[in-house]
């Protein structure tokens, strides 16, 4: 994390001292930064560091990706017959997750539509999420925990 | 008429449409959590359609970053909100004005001071851990 940090840092003064102050230059001054800092870095950790950056990507795409078909989806069922509807609150365990983690998951899980989260037990083992949709629960379950939970935890940790 | 303009057309249109149907989603929909559901999911995503739109019509930096702190903000604050709304109302609303067909959180919650288990009491007992009974 301060290693991004310290290429946006690098990559302001960048723009400070060429004098222009536009998105491309505050791009290439960040390409320039990043791969600076990562090969000063050192050794196995900038390895790392570009895996995770190039995993924060995949998983950005991955969510814009969700947004959009669950939106789609929820477009679908707003405008068709609402009897077919079977919303209910599924139970999700959690593996081991520090708070923040969790707090990311969860929010995640709220901005995909169909999927709201209601709740976290007090020792932290499971989450309550409410489907507007419950057409399989189990499938969904293995959604959120192996689609979400899995990706995300290969991102910040 | 350019690329941009395209572009900015169309992050409008879809935009807007999706917050039509968070608004069709609003009226129709038989309960409090699936109205939530409606309304904040397309809303975000729709808010966050005409803000991309706003920032590829004018093309500039301030006007872009101020886009981009309105997007994150939303990103931010929407899903707390609506947690906040759904837990209350999971306490407030009565069962039979909502709808739910599968409900795994039913009886998780203590009754009296609302904390939540990670799974039904099996006797139906409550372990009081973080309440201390007061003798009067």
């Known amino acids: 994390m301060s290693i991004l940090l310290i290429s946006l840092l690098l990559a302001i003064v960048w723009m400070i001292v060429i004098g222009e102050f536009s998105p491309l230059s505050l791009l290439l001054g960040f390409l320039l930064a990043y791969t600076l800092v990562a090969l000063a870095w050192g050794g196995g950790d900038s390895f790392k560091y570009f895996r995770r950056a190039w995993l924060a990507v995949r998983f950005f795409i991955f969510f814009i990706r969700e947004l959009l078909i669950a939106n789609v989806r929820i477009a679908y069922y707003t405008l068709s017959p609402?009897?077919?509807?079977?919303?209910?609150?599924?139970?999700?365990?959690?593996?081991?997750?520090?708070?923040?983690?969790?707090?990311v998951l969860g929010s995640l899980v709220t901005l995909t539509p169909g999927t709201l989260t209601l709740d976290v037990s007090d020792d932290k083992r499971v989450m309550f999420v409410h489907f507007m949709h419950l057409d399989d629960p189990d499938r969904m379950r293995r959604e959120v925990r192996e689609e979400f939970a899995r990706r995300l935890l290969e991102v910040m940790r | 008429m350019n690329m941009s303009e395209?572009?900015?057309?169309?992050?409008?249109?879809?935009?807007?449409?999706?917050?039509?149907?968070?608004?069709?989603g609003v009226l129709r929909m038989p309960d409090l959590f699936t109205r939530m559901q409606a309304s904040a999911k397309a809303g975000t995503l729709g808010v966050g359609c005409i803000v991309l739109g706003v920032a590829t019509n004018f093309q500039d930096l301030k006007v872009a970053a101020e886009a981009s702190l309105i997007i994150a903000f939303l990103f931010l604050t929407a899903p707390i909100a609506s947690h906040l709304i759904a837990r209350a109302a999971y306490f407030a609303v009565d069962t039979k004005n909502r709808r739910l067909e599968h409900d795994e959180l039913a009886g998780c919650y203590d009754p009296d001071t609302h904390t939540l288990a990670s799974e039904r009491p099996k006797d139906g007992v409550w372990v009081r851990r973080d309440v201390q009974e007061i003798d009067d």
């Open chain 1, 82 to 103: 609402l009897t077919k509807l079977r919303p209910g609150i599924l139970a999700i365990e959690l593996e081991e997750m520090t708070d923040i983690e969790i707090t």
């Open chain 2, 6 to 24: 395209l572009l900015t057309a169309f992050l409008l249109i879809v935009g807007s449409g999706f917050c039509m149907i968070a608004g069709i």
